[in-house]
């Protein structure tokens, strides 16, 4: 938060900014999957060199185990994190993650709800679900003067029960929240299924690429013949849409995870900022 505040002291009083924020959004593949040649250690170098790469100002991720996590903030040490382990609401199980860009966003509070009917309750789980779930909150400051709520979520790949509940429960959450708020992760679920459904009919308006081809989850292959677009981004507020697109990139004709990379651009109207100083 003390470089945040740094940042905005140096900035000129009157001064109109607009707040730009990119997020990748990313389902990393639990790294203890027998996925033979596909298995972390032989991907992991790929995979971290395109987060580098496209060094977002959030990094939501789904699936990674704690040595995952210690691997992308190595990756990333600009960012803060937020997550959990799913198993014990420390570092059993799998993560869905946040990583955010400490320079220019200053985190207010977050935290990992579980997707059941004991959302505190770590390793709980949701109807008709195999495994607890969870999604990942921050409420951000920007350096520009906006405040706005970001929500990573890894929905149940089994029941639709458990997937209606997560969104009603993200859609709740954000609606107490009231700020801007982007919604992303791996949903398990087509735009056209009734949980995206519910959060169109709260208000959440789609962020999807602008041309194919757009399936995102990919079983390691370049080209895909019979895959689904399941991670999305929804937006709602003074969001604008600059661009979404999927990274398809390969390492010897290898995509670097079971699903592709989802990147979006958002924009919050600028803010008259006027600083006085600090006391």
């Known amino acids: ?15 109109s900014i607009v707040p730009v924020i990119e997020v990748m959004t990313y389902n990393v593949r639990y790294g203890t999957a027998d996925d033979g040649l596909d298995s972390w250690p032989h991907r992991r170098e790929a995979l971290l060199r ?72 770590p390793g709980s789980i949701g109807p008709g679900a195999w495994l607890p779930r969870v999604f990942a909150w921050g409420q951000f400051h920007h350096v520009a003067g906006a405040q706005f709520l970001l929500i990573d979520v890894h ?45 169109r009919d709260a208000g959440f308006a789609s962020a999807a690429p602008s041309s194919g081809p757009l399936t995102t989850f990919n079983k390691f292959e370049a080209n895909p013949a019979d895959a689904d677009a399941i991670d999305h981004f929804f937006v709602r507020g003074e969001w604008r849409i600059n661009e979404v697109r999927i990274d398809r990139s390969t390492t010897n004709g290898r995509a670097h995870s079971d699903h592709f990379p989802v990147i979006g651009r958002f924009e919050l109207p600028p803010r008259e900022l006027e600083f006085r100083g600090l006391r």
């Not at 938060?1 to 001064?15: D, E, G, K, P």
């Open 155 to 199: 929905l149940d790949h089994q029941s639709e029960d458990a997937r209606v509940l997560g969104c009603k429960m993200m859609e709740e959450f954000a609606k107490e929240r009231k700020l801007p708020t982007i919604i992303t992760g791996d949903f398990n679920c087509t735009l056209e299924s009734r949980p995206i459904a519910l959060l």
């Open 1 to 15: 938060m003390i470089t945040v505040l740094a940042a905005l002291v140096a900035m000129n009083t009157h001064q």
């Open 50 to 121: 395109q987060v580098k790469a496209e060094d977002p100002d959030i990094l939501a991720v789904q699936e990674a185990f704690d040595f995952q996590i210690d691997e992308l903030s190595a990756a990333l040490p600009d960012h803060g994190l937020i997550g959990v382990g799913r198993d014990d609401g420390v570092r059993a199980g799998e993560h869905t993650a946040i990583f955010y860009r400490r320079e220019t966003m200053g985190l207010l509070e977050g935290g990992t709800r579980w997707i059941s009917a004991t959302p505190f309750v």
